[in-house]
């Protein structure tokens, strides 16, 4: 919903994701919560995130780093880059430094992709273009395996200026000029979408959308979310599952 365009319907969606959890459980994962923080940071409300991050405890990064899964760690980096007061940039960059390490050592690419356009944004708070740069070069030579685009998109102008810094280098060149153009395509969405909000995607005969989530997991991944759903941890669902909780 959100890369559709719609961010309210996608906060409206996580506060009745908050609602059953709370009535499940009697309290919001903190995935939920952090989800609906990186939400409204991208709406541009800063003064409700910095509200946010002062009174949600810092946790690490979980040493999973489950790729389909909100890490709360990572929009507290990214909202500690948004504020720029003080140490804020630092702490942000000690926190991805923290992440980059379990990365690199899980092979986690797409977690590695966005923090390393993170710290892109941080070094440019900072006044280290140089080395803003060449974060986000190696960020751009990594997407170039998967469908990333949306990593860098979501996270604003700031990342469009320096995307267009950084379009003259020969390795990245192709790569940038693509997600540059995801940008304006992502402006035009959000307009189409503003305009139709009651604008939904076709559903197929049996009332499923045809291009849903189950068309694209396996059944082993399918057997994974719904263990996600009931009250376990990380851990007791690696062992159900026979693989490594790390």
Do not use: C
């Not at 690490?60 to 940039?89: F, H």
């Not at 790569?175 to 604008?199: E, Q, Y």
């Amino acid at each position: 919903t959100q890369a559709l365009g719609r961010p309210d319907e996608a906060l409206q969606i996580l506060d009745r994701l908050g609602e059953i959890d709370v009535e499940a459980s009697g309290y919001e994962p903190l995935d939920t919560n952090s989800a609906r923080a990186h939400l409204l940071l991208g709406k541009g409300h800063i003064e409700a995130v910095e509200r946010w991050i002062h009174t949600v405890p810092f946790q690490p990064a979980d040493q999973s780093l489950i790729m389909w899964m909100e890490q709360p760690v990572l929009t507290r980096a990214r909202v500690l880059i948004a504020l720029n007061k003080g140490a804020d940039t630092q702490m942000a960059l000690q926190i991805l430094d923290s992440i980059t390490d379990l990365a690199e050592r899980s092979l986690n690419t797409r977690i590695l992709i966005e923090v390393l356009a993170l710290r892109a944004l941080a070094l440019l708070n900072l006044g280290d273009s140089a080395a803003a740069h060449k974060a986000l070069i190696r960020s751009v030579e990594l997407a170039r395996r998967g469908p990333f685009t949306r990593t860098f998109v979501d996270m604003g102008p700031q990342m469009k200026t320096l995307l267009n810094q950084i379009a003259g280098n020969a390795s990245v060149s192709v790569s940038v000029g693509r997600i540059l153009a995801a940008f304006s395509s992502d402006m035009t969405v959000s307009k189409t979408a503003a305009a139709s909000p009651l604008a939904m995607p076709a559903t197929s005969s049996n009332g499923s959308n045809g291009d849903g989530l189950d068309d694209h997991l396996t059944q082993r991944e399918l057997e994974i979310l719904l263990l996600m759903g009931e009250p376990i941890s990380l851990r007791e669902i690696a062992t159900r599952m026979t693989i490594s909780s790390t």
